[in-house]
């Protein structure tokens, strides 16, 4: 349980304390922002820093572990799966959107099994950074969101609401087609695996 490891368990910790905070009932706001959102934002916002900056340190002091290639991808998908689902009870977003991104993660999880299972490792592809990256974007945005997705194009909302409101779509739509891209390019890279698999 090296300091790495420890930092990816703080970031596991930290979904159920996300899960708790609406249980608060907070109805005060800040600029319009519900309060109970801006802390579930900030523990999210922790939670994905914690995802870079254990595999910084593991790799800068050579801390990487069994354990920590375990525990790693399964603690940014259940943080990233979890706000998801947050949002579709806010409201916030509609239902389809986890769905493509969790058919995605058991996708890839099914094609690393295959991997594992030859002894091979299929590296992480730039498009993947860019999906992360994408996502935890997109979820931010949509935690200060008042209005659901797609709401600016009612054309009932004005100043900051719509703006806010288009840029969390456009983030969302943009994450949506990052995690279809990367989950493709995943494939593409492996299908001679998969093949070989029959």
């Known amino acids: 349980m ?6 990816t368990l703080l970031r596991v910790i930290l979904i159920p304390v996300m899960l708790i905070i609406p ?16 802390i579930i934002l900030a523990i999210f916002l922790i939670a994905s820093f914690t995802d870079f900056l254990d595999g910084y340190i593991a790799r ?6 069994d354990f920590g ?15 998801l689902i947050m949002l579709v009870e806010m409201r916030i977003i509609p239902g389809w959107i986890p769905i493509i991104i ?13 991997a594992a299972g030859k002894g091979t490792v299929i590296a992480a592809s730039w498009y993947g950074k860019v999906k992360t990256v994408s996502q ?6 949509a935690f200060i ?32 087609a990052a995690t279809i891209y990367s989950g493709v390019d995943y494939f593409n890279n492996s299908k001679d695996l998969i093949l070989k698999s029959k």
């Open 2 to 7: 090296n300091l790495p490891n420890k930092i």
């Open 23 to 38: 249980l608060f009932g907070i109805r005060a706001t800040i600029l319009g922002i519900n309060v109970g959102n801006l």
């Open 60 to 65: 800068k002091n050579d801390l990487v572990t």
């Open 69 to 83: 290639k375990f525990l790693d991808p399964i603690a940014d998908k259940l943080l990233v799966i979890t706000a």
């Open 102 to 114: 969790i058919a995605r993660e058991f996708i890839v999880s099914g094609i690393r099994m295959i």
């Open 136 to 141: 935890m974007v997109a979820i931010s945005l």
């Open 145 to 176: 969101s008042n209005y659901s997705f797609l709401s600016f194009a009612t054309l009932s909302l004005r100043g900051f609401d719509l703006i806010l409101n288009f840029l969390m779509t456009i983030a969302m739509l943009f994450a949506v």
